[in-house]
């Protein structure tokens, strides 16, 4: 008799509640839907051969994309903002249909700290020259929709994978800070070291001296969250704001490490963008984008930075795009 063998995906693919059922072996009929190639819509490619296929549409100004050993590899020439990326070649994705972006990446560049990098959805098939100009003070580029993961180490206060998002303006989430309390309170840390953009840590985790707690709102210096469990931590404690499944900067895949293979998930359920890395939600933005039917194409993305002298260098080693196929 013929076993049916299903295919193994990761928990958070299709519905946000699978990830939330897998685990007590309730939901089974929600994994099984998301096998349904009559009810979704299903494109994955794993990058075969030596060619990229012709359905991509490629963005590059002193770069090349090219495909080997399974490995679709972006990379810039040693020179200040010079970039290699490319689009799916199609509008054909859309948030009322709950579509998915994942891709398995590495950085691959000689020095991260001399580059620039963005995964997700854009809002055009002829790209840009990247779609977040400044991760500190958020300016697209131009008006095109976007929603994407992003590390920019101009952005030299914050080198972390960033949560991007434009409806008529910008909305960064930074997954990873750390620093040391000045003054606690019962709905409150207050640090001074580093100066923040308003919101940027909205919805993470804060973790500081054995306690931890949501951020509801974040200041230029304040975190204010909604209660700290399981007890208010001391005025002096060192501090982490992340949402992945380590909090030490060594370890925690928000701060992109060379030759280290992770997944980026971007899944848009009507407007709202849940970003995974390995499974793990590490933000969520509301409205994210600019109207559910307005479509998407996939964007990988890699920039030269600082002084030029490295190239960007991402190595992709599939990419994954699902919906429904009904709205």
Same mark, same amino acid.
């Given at each position: ?63 090349? @994309?090219?495909? =080997?050993?399974? &490995?679709?590899? #972006?990379?810039? %020439? $040693? ?6 990326? *490319?689009? +799916? ?90 620093? @040391?309390?000045? =003054?606690?309170? &019962?709905?409150? #840390?207050?640090? %001074? $070291? ?6 940027? *840590?909205? +919805? ?124």
């Amino acid at each position: 008799m013929a076993v049916l063998k299903l295919q193994s995906m990761p928990r958070h693919l299709y519905y946000r509640k699978i990830a939330n059922s897998i685990a007590t072996g309730k939901g089974i009929y929600d994994v099984l839907s998301s096998l349904d190639r009559d009810g979704v819509e299903y494109w994955f490619d794993d990058f075969q051969g030596n060619l990229l296929d012709d359905k991509y549409t490629l963005k590059e100004s002193t770069g090349a @994309t090219t495909v =080997a050993a399974s &490995t679709a590899i #972006l990379a810039s %020439t $040693a020179s200040d903002d010079k970039y290699a990326a *490319f689009t +799916g070649g199609s509008l054909n994705w859309f948030g009322n249909r709950h579509c998915l972006f994942q891709a398995r990446a590495m950085v691959t560049s000689a020095a991260i700290t001399e580059t620039k990098f963005e995964l997700g959805w854009h809002g055009a098939v002829a790209g840009s020259a990247g779609l977040l100009n400044n991760i500190i003070t958020p300016t697209w580029v131009g008006t095109t929709q976007g929603v994407c993961f992003a590390y920019d180490a101009d952005a030299t206060n914050f080198p972390v994978w960033n949560a991007c998002a434009y409806n008529a303006t910008p909305t960064v989430r930074i997954l990873y800070t750390s620093g @040391t309390a000045t =003054a606690t309170a &019962t709905k409150s #840390l207050t640090q %001074t $070291a580093q100066t923040y953009v308003a919101d940027v *840590f909205k +919805g993470q985790t804060i973790w500081a001296g054995g306690a931890y707690a949501k951020v509801l709102s974040n200041t230029t210096k304040v975190f204010t969250v909604d209660r700290w469990l399981p007890s208010c931590p001391p005025a002096t404690s060192t501090f982490v704001v992340s949402n992945s499944y380590s909090t030490t900067a060594a370890n925690s895949p928000t701060i992109p490490k060379i030759n280290e293979y992770h997944t980026y998930t971007i899944k848009i359920e009507s407007a709202v963008a849940l970003y995974y890395i390995d499974g793990v939600q590490v933000a969520e933005i509301p409205a994210a984008v600019n109207a559910v039917t307005t479509g998407l194409t996939p964007w990988l993305f890699a920039q030269a930075r600082g002084d030029g002298s490295e190239n960007a260098i991402l190595s992709v080693d599939y990419l994954l795009c699902m919906q429904s196929r009904e709205t």
